[in-house]
């Protein structure tokens, strides 16, 4: 079954409200084990990026990073039911198309400050 399907079943199953409150209980969940990572394991450890910026080549996710991983599927996950149910992934794909050349220019910029 194709992932637009599951997630379209999903909303008529359980309601659109439903899956709203989801999308939020999962975002929450997702800045939770963000903020609990960078607590006990600091910013190298949840990237796999060394202080210089570099991958580690060993780097293996532990059980807090797999949490990290498990949320941000959960985050997606829901991210994409919420545009099925407000038909509007083209909108958002456009948005993220502006907002992409965006940051190149910032990239592009050495004295830019970030913001969205
Ligand atoms: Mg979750």
Redesign the pocket.
């Known amino acids: 079954m194709k992932k637009k399907q599951l997630y379209i079943d999903a909303i008529h199953k359980w309601g659109p409200k439903s899956q709203i409150y989801m999308a939020i ?2 975002m929450a ?2 800045t939770h084990v963000l903020a609990k990572k960078l607590r006990k394991g600091g910013l190298c450890a949840l990237t796999g990026f060394t202080p210089d910026g570099e991958v580690y080549q060993d780097w293996k996710p532990d059980n807090l990073d797999m949490s990290f991983l ?2 941000m599927a ?1 985050g997606e996950i829901m991210l994409e039911t919420l545009c099925e149910l407000y038909h509007c992934r083209r909108h958002i794909n456009k948005f993220k198309k502006k907002k992409l050349l965006y940051l190149q220019k910032l990239l592009e910029n050495d004295h830019a400050t970030h913001t969205y």
């Open positions: 209980e999962e969940e997702l498990d949320e959960d």
